[in-house]
């Protein structure tokens, strides 16, 4: 089993910044990619930012150029760094981690808050 543990959501004002970070561990034989996706209230739950192994990145639009994923391989984490935040982004963040070989497993995380005040 998998474990993803996250952390850094918190109250920012808009223009701010926050730096989330999931750890991954436990039986962990290939991580294929790590990425955050989040979802706010009325909304259905999107992409936020992708990595993978390769280190390839993909992003939502409107995220492009103020939000950068990261990943450190060694230690099995990804970090989202969110610069000039703004009020729509606030949402439960979460991180998800897709493990595995011929076969493909997914893990979540708890979800972190991002609450960007007006």
């Known amino acids: 089993q998998v474990h993803v543990v996250e952390s850094g959501g918190g109250l920012v004002q808009a223009g701010g910044s926050l730096r989330l970070s999931c750890a991954a561990s436990g039986s962990i034989f290939s991580i294929n990619a790590m990425g955050w996706y989040r979802q706010a209230p009325g909304k259905q739950r999107e992409l936020v930012a992708v990595v993978t192994t390769r280190g390839s990145t993909n992003y939502a639009d409107s995220v492009k150029g103020r939000f950068t994923i990261s990943r450190d391989n060694a230690k099995n984490t990804v970090y989202l760094q969110m610069n000039s935040l703004k009020p729509e982004d606030t949402a439960v963040y979460l991180c998800?981690?897709?493990?595995?070989?011929?076969?493909?497993?997914?893990?979540w995380g708890q979800g972190t808050q991002v609450t960007v005040s007006s």
């Open positions: 998800n981690i897709k493990v595995g070989t011929a076969l493909e497993l997914t893990y």
